[in-house]
């Protein structure tokens, strides 16, 4: 068996971790999307609640309405904080994902040159073995046929 069929394998191992780290941060990206939608739902949500209660606020409501309210309002404020918090966090995780990726398929990438260095090395031998087989065979029949004819 040849270098080159030797490493082929752990070549193509170094080619499914690169697959499996772009699928990992493929996953993290689609993970980000979903958490900014949240947290646009969530400001919305709160956005519009702002504005019922500043409507109520002018139109004279009770204040257990009113206060009712700005709880609410207080418990979307604190969901969106802990949202904020998790965009950001998925933010750093793909950052992470990124450098584990790139490190993989420079992994695979060098596995992958050498692979193919060996197997040109490996042709450039067998090219020149043939060559050479040639040479002798061509040498062999010249030098028989030179004795034959004496």
């Keep these: 068996m040849t270098r080159s069929?030797?490493?082929r394998p752990v070549a193509t191992m170094k080619q499914k971790a690169q697959l499996n780290s772009a699928r990992i941060l493929s996953e993290s990206f689609n993970e980000l999307k979903v958490q900014k939608e949240r947290l646009a739902e969530l400001t919305h949500y709160r956005d519009d609640y702002l504005n019922k209660f500043r409507q109520l606020s002018q139109t004279g409501a009770a204040i257990e309405r009113i206060r009712?309210?700005?709880e609410f309002i207080a418990r979307l404020d604190q969901s969106i904080d802990i949202q904020t918090q998790s965009v950001i966090d998925v933010k750093r995780k793909i950052?992470?994902?990124k450098v584990d990726w790139k490190q993989a398929r420079a992994r695979s990438d060098a596995?992958?040159?050498?692979v193919e260095r060996y197997h040109d090395e490996e042709n450039q031998l067998n090219e020149k073995r043939n060559q050479k087989e040639n040479d002798d065979r061509a040498q062999h029949k010249g030098g028989h046929g030179t004795d034959l004819h004496h």
Aim: hydrophobic share 30%.
């Design 5 to 7: 069929q030797r490493l």
């Design 95 to 97: 950052e992470l994902k």
């Design 111 to 114: 596995f992958d040159k050498v």
């Design 68 to 70: 009712h309210y700005q």
